[in-house]
Structures are given as C-alpha cells and as structure tokens.
C-alpha cells in the first residue's frame, strides 16, 4: 500500500512537472514483474520516468553517494527499491544477487546497461551485468529510450519501449566473456534502434 502510494505521488509529480510522452505502449508486458528494464541513462530522473511508466514494483542499482545526502532521502529511495552499489567495485556478485532475488520476488529489475550517466545523450558500451542477471534469472529483458527536450519548465521527456528480447535469448554459459559481451551488445543495438526512430523534441 504504502509502495503505490509513494508511486502514485511520483507520477502526480512527474505528470505535473514535465510532458511525458511514450511510445510503443503496446510493448509493456501484461505481467507486473519478473523481467528486467534495460534503459540508456541520461538523467536522474530516469528511474522515476521508468517507475511510472511501467506498472509493478522495482528494483534498480543506485550509486553508493546517493545514500549518504540525507537519512530521509536514503530511506525514501530504499522504500523504492534502491540498492547502493559503489562505483569501480571489482566484485560486482553482491549487487547480482540482489537482483536476481527481485526477479525471483516478482518485481521488476531496471538496469542502465551503461554503468553511468551519459553527458551528451551518446551510448556507450555495455557492460556485462545486464547479461548475467538476465542469464541467470532466466528473464526476459525490454530495452527502453528516454530522451529529454531542451526547454525548462513542462520540459518534454519522451519514452521509447522496444519488444521485449526473450528469456531464450539469455540461453549462455556465464563464464564466456565473449558470449556475455556479444549478447549485452546486442541489448545496446536494441537501444540504439529505438533511439534512431525516436522523433525530436523542443
């Protein structure tokens, strides 16, 4: 109960403050979880964007900064379904496992595959995570595009969802690097298509 009414306030806000607009709403799975959201990250506001956007409850990574501003911001985004990961940390298998006990929980998992924010709206590379949760969760994943308009106030935030990419296609041995660097390309090509087709905004 209190988890909707937290998302309900998120999308007044979001509703009122900026002008969303999502395409491709036929490509939202009927199920309210146990698969993986796999988004370009461009801004703070793209976990929230995504939570509103989708129905379900989530799970996302959020750099360990966050959770030291304040104790009032740290036990909201808790209540979210953040988690602290700490950026550069060699072990990342902690961080996996929270996730694929989301999945197992039914919730819904929210990635950025890049690993960071980008500057200039640009796609990088991804990393490996995003295929090793979907590997071993045997989870499907839906590759998502947000892009943000220039003006300041009802600034224009424009989501495109992809197809969802199947859960067979996540079929791989874990401990081949190439397998796993092949198929989180592949989740980023997905992106980039859905980035390619999304029209402009002022």
Same mark, same amino acid.
């Given at each position: 109960? #209190?988890?909707?009414?937290? !998302?309900?306030?998120?999308?007044?806000?979001?509703?009122?403050?900026? +002008?969303?607009?999502?395409?491709?709403?036929? +490509?939202?799975?009927?199920?309210?979880?146990?698969?993986?959201?796999?988004?370009?990250?461009?801004? +703070?506001?793209?976990?929230?964007?995504?939570?509103?956007?989708?129905?379900?409850?989530?799970? =996302?990574?959020?750099?360990?900064?966050? =959770?030291?501003?304040?104790?009032?911001?740290?036990?909201?985004?808790?209540? %979210? *379904?953040? =988690?602290?990961?700490?950026?550069?940390?060699?072990?990342?298998?902690? $961080?996996? @496992?929270?996730? %694929?006990? /989301?999945?197992? +929980? *039914?919730?819904?998992?929210?990635? #950025?595959?890049?690993?960071?924010?980008?500057?200039?709206?640009?796609?990088?590379?991804?990393? /490996?995570?995003?295929? %090793?949760?979907?590997?071993? $969760?045997?989870?499907?994943?839906?590759?998502? #595009?947000?892009?943000? *308009?220039?003006?300041? #106030?009802? !600034?224009?935030?424009?989501? /495109?969802?992809? @197809?969802?990419?199947?859960?067979? !296609?996540?079929?791989?041995?874990?401990?081949?690097?190439?397998?796993?660097?092949?198929? /989180?390309?592949?989740?980023?090509?997905?992106?980039?298509? %859905?980035? @390619?087709?999304?029209?402009?905004?002022?």
């Amino acid at each position: 109960m #209190f988890y909707a009414f937290l !998302r309900k306030c998120a999308k007044l806000f979001y509703v009122i403050v900026y +002008n969303i607009t999502v395409i491709g709403k036929e +490509n939202i799975p009927a199920a309210k979880g146990g698969y993986i959201i796999a988004s370009n990250h461009v801004s +703070n506001n793209d976990p929230p964007v995504v939570g509103i956007t989708f129905k379900g409850k989530y799970t =996302f990574m959020a750099k360990e900064e966050l =959770f030291h501003k304040n104790p009032i911001f740290t036990w909201l985004i808790k209540q %979210l *379904g953040a =988690f602290p990961v700490k950026r550069g940390a060699k072990d990342g298998a902690q $961080a996996i @496992e929270k996730a %694929l006990e /989301s999945l197992k +929980n *039914g919730r819904i998992f929210v990635i #950025f595959p890049e690993g960071t924010r980008s500057k200039d709206g640009t796609l990088g590379r991804a990393k /490996s995570g995003v295929t %090793l949760v979907a590997a071993q $969760a045997k989870a499907p994943v839906v590759p998502v #595009f947000i892009k943000y *308009g220039r003006k300041r #106030f009802r !600034r224009r935030i424009q989501v /495109s969802i992809g @197809e969802m990419i199947p859960a067979e !296609r996540f079929d791989i041995n874990i401990e081949d690097k190439r397998a796993l660097k092949q198929v /989180s390309s592949a989740i980023m090509d997905e992106i980039a298509k %859905l980035q @390619e087709n999304a029209p402009d905004v002022d």
